[in-house]
């Protein structure tokens, strides 16, 4: 066996194949979309994944108003935000979120299990919340995944 002709190959910023992609959040569970979508902007599902690299899609997400939480999470959960000051904490229920800025709540889940580093604030810049069906991305002819057939 001639081991000298194995190489692993590393992908680098020059060699990254990064495509657009739509995804449709009606009707789905936040935890499902977030989870598939985190794993798409980090590039999991492509044969040359490279963990210190940021070898992911640019992922548009439409319809964020439509997201479903189960059971009773939609008012009992809180989520916090904190100023920096003392006493600065402000409680929100995902309801109260949605009402006001449904974006938020689908960028806040996926950000949440995105590496913390600088390449993780740089995944999360490739990613592209939309409330409606409409979206302002149509120039770079994304391809529309269906998130229920990603396994």
């Not at 980090?42 to 964020?64: E, L, Q, S």
């Not at 000051?85 to 409680?91: E, I």
């Not at 995902?94 to 449904?102: F, M, V």
């Amino acid at each position: 066996m001639d081991t000298l002709s194995f190489k692993t190959v590393s992908a680098n910023k020059a060699t990254v194949n990064k495509e657009w992609v739509v995804v449709d959040a009606t009707d789905q569970m936040l935890g499902r979309v977030a989870s598939v979508v985190a794993k798409m902007l980090r590039g999991k599902y492509k044969p040359n994944y490279t963990p210190h690299v940021d070898c992911g899609d640019n992922v548009i997400i439409i319809n964020a108003e439509k997201v479903k939480l189960s059971g009773k999470k939609m008012s009992d959960r809180l989520i916090y935000s904190y100023s920096g000051y003392p006493g600065g904490r402000h409680d929100k229920t995902p309801a109260a979120i949605l009402a006001k800025t449904p974006e938020k709540l689908l960028e806040h889940a996926i950000k949440g299990m995105l590496p913390k580093s600088k390449l993780g604030a740089q995944m999360f810049r490739n990613l592209k919340v939309v409330v409606g069906a409409e979206h302002k991305y149509e120039a770079q002819q994304p391809k529309v995944i269906d998130i229920n057939a990603v396994k």
